[in-house]
């Protein structure tokens, strides 16, 4: 399996437009998380999926934020507008609970800079 | 207070030393105890896991958890260059969340 796959790598915008992270998680797996890091504040759960419906979107910032899992194999992060307090390393992970095994498989993340 | 303390370092020791990172943590309910290895620009790989009180081993790598005292341990052994990262405690409470510690930010110095 390739792992947890998300696009782009690396996204520069200016402040006020529309922001678009993507995330394929491990076939198979059910759970998919999004995850912010930043220097300050480590990482932070934004929304949970399980079986692509949102369990928990109590990490969510502001309304600003979206997310979307339209299938099991595809789930979207959107931020609009973005302002330059978003910026940080957005990470998706995905796990399948059931399989009695602890964790999560991260990406290698989306480096997000709001300039 | 966090859930979840960690002190983020950096730690900085010489090739072959024996190190430890260790957590606390407040709330007596978790369950999942685990560690992930984040290497620069990477995402993080979990590298153990453990349920109970006590020492879990693999490799160099030894887990270790006091439930009585809220405090978990990860020992390397025989530290390498390689082994130059930021490791991460996590608390999995029950149901799906988890939560992370700050990170410590490790140095091997060849």
């Known amino acids: 399996d390739a792992g947890v796959i998300q696009s782009p790598r690396h996204e520069v915008t200016e402040m006020g437009q529309e922001v678009t992270l993507r995330c394929k998680p491990i076939?198979?797996?059910?759970?998919l998380f999004w995850y912010r890091q930043t220097m300050m504040r480590g990482l932070e759960l934004l929304i949970y999926?399980?079986?692509?419906?949102?369990?928990?979107d109590s990490g969510m910032p502001e309304d600003r934020f979206s997310a979307k899992m339209p299938n099991a194999s595809f789930s979207t992060l959107k931020i609009q507008p973005s302002e330059p307090r978003d910026s940080a390393v957005y990470f998706c992970?995905?796990?399948?609970?059931?399989?009695?095994?602890?964790?999560?498989?991260f990406g290698s993340g989306t480096r997000l800079t709001v300039v | 207070q966090k859930e979840v303390e960690q002190d983020p370092g950096p730690l900085s020791v010489p090739e072959g030393a024996i190190v430890s990172l260790n957590c606390t943590y407040s709330?007596?309910?978790?369950?999942?105890f685990m560690w992930y290895r984040q290497y620069s620009r990477k995402g993080p790989e979990l590298l153990m896991y453990?349920?109970?009180?006590g020492n879990k081993e693999d490799g160099r790598f030894t887990a270790q958890v006091d439930k009585s005292s809220k405090y978990i341990s990860l020992f390397i052994r025989d530290s390498q260059p390689s082994d130059s990262a930021t490791y991460l405690c996590?608390?999995?409470?029950?149901?799906?969340?988890?939560?992370f510690g700050a990170g410590t930010r490790l140095f091997v110095k060849a």
């Open positions: 992970a995905s796990s399948l609970p059931q399989s009695g095994e602890a964790g999560y498989t």
């Open positions: 076939s198979g797996h059910n759970s």
């Open positions: 999926f399980n079986n692509n419906v949102p369990i928990d």
């Open positions: 709330n007596s309910a978790f369950q999942y």
């Open positions: 453990t349920y109970s009180s």
């Open positions: 996590a608390i999995e409470t029950g149901g799906f969340k988890t939560i």
